[in-house]
């Protein structure tokens, strides 16, 4: 025996997925995404010589071992 009719059952499922999915756009928000960072923080300029040496501020680092470098146009370099 069904008690809840198929029609409340649908609306239910309707405003559900709609809240759901208002949650997930308003955390998206790049207000939600902007970074604070430290006072003391120093910006650097990252050139890539071969990966995965690269120059970082212009010392020389070693990238991680799962890092990847991806070009302008998403590619990978």
Same mark, same amino acid.
């Given at each position: 025996?069904?008690?809840?009719? =198929? *029609? %409340?059952?649908?609306?239910?499922? *309707?405003?559900?997925?709609?809240?759901?999915?208002?949650?997930?756009? %308003?955390?998206? %928000?790049? /207000?939600?995404?902007? +970074?604070?960072?430290?006072? =003391? /923080?120093? +910006?650097? =300029?990252?050139?890539? *010589?071969? *990966?995965?040496? /690269?120059?970082?501020?212009? =010392?020389?680092? +070693?990238?991680?071992?799962? #890092? +990847?470098?991806?070009?302008? %146009? #998403?590619?990978?370099?």
């Amino acid at each position: 025996m069904n008690r809840c009719s =198929k *029609i %409340s059952f649908a609306f239910v499922s *309707i405003a559900v997925g709609a809240f759901l999915i208002g949650v997930g756009v %308003s955390f998206s %928000s790049p /207000v939600w995404a902007s +970074r604070v960072f430290p006072e =003391k /923080v120093q +910006r650097a =300029k990252t050139t890539f *010589i071969a *990966i995965p040496e /690269v120059l970082l501020g212009g =010392k020389p680092e +070693r990238l991680a071992h799962g #890092a +990847r470098a991806c070009t302008t %146009s #998403a590619t990978l370099s």
